[in-house]
């Protein structure tokens, strides 16, 4: 089993910025991919942005250029640095490790005021 817990989200105004956290624990050997997705009101989640194991990462479209993900390995942490954020980034934002099976967090809430 992994376990993750997520944090950081909250309220900001549109061009600001935002670090979400994601620490894991548990069968991390097992964990191949990690990264983020995003369910705003009303609308089927989205995958934001992946690292792989060699630490290759892969935004969608419309984060590139403003996000970026990271992981220290020593903490078992994954980072989401959110920069110029927009209105349309408002979701709650959910971490995934993926290996034997896929593994989420709680979710944590991301406003952006216009």
């Known amino acids: 089993q992994v376990q993750l817990v997520e944090s950081g989200g909250g309220l900001v105004q549109a061009g600001g910025s935002l670090r979400l956290s994601c620490a894991a624990s548990g069968r991390m050997f097992s964990i191949t991919t990690a990264g983020w997705y995003r369910q705003a009101p009303g609308k089927q989640r989205e995958w934001v942005a992946s690292i792989s194991s060699a630490g290759t990462t892969n935004y969608v479209d419309s984060v590139k250029a403003r996000f970026t993900l990271s992981r220290d390995n020593a903490k078992n942490t994954l980072y989401l640095q959110m920069n110029s954020l927009k209105p349309e980034d408002t979701a709650v934002y959910y971490c995934?490790?993926?290996?034997?099976?896929?593994?989420w967090g709680q979710g944590t809430q991301v406003t952006v005021s216009s």
């Open positions: 995934y490790a993926r290996g034997d099976k896929t593994y």
